[in-house]
């Protein structure tokens, strides 16, 4: 099952990131976007890491507050639960 998680968490990361890039690159070539539901939903699947990431590398949504303060907020609930998780299996 870790396993299985750790894969997923790569996967939507990559995924994410990928949007991300995909998105700015759009934007710059004034064609069709992703839309900002897509990206906030990868970011709640698990993938607000490489979301932030890809903000960062792309300078991509960084005037949002959806994004500059939402995607960060996604993040630490996440994070609160994986330890919550941990501190159940008595890993913590």
């Known amino acids: 099952m870790l396993k299985a998680l750790w894969l997923w968490l790569l996967l939507i990361n990559g995924t ?52 500059t303060w939402g995607v960060p907020a996604i993040l630490v609930l996440q994070a609160a639960v994986l330890v919550w998780m941990a501190v159940q299996r008595g890993r913590l």
Do not use: I, N, Y
């Not at 949007?19 to 976007?33: F, I, N, P, S, T």
């Open 16 to 67: 994410a990131f990928a949007l991300c890039g995909v998105d700015k690159w759009k934007a710059v070539q004034g064609r069709w976007r992703v839309r900002e539901r897509t990206l906030l939903l990868a970011a709640a699947l698990g993938g607000s890491p490489g979301l932030l990431l890809a903000m960062r590398v792309f300078h991509h949504k960084t005037r949002h507050r959806k994004f």
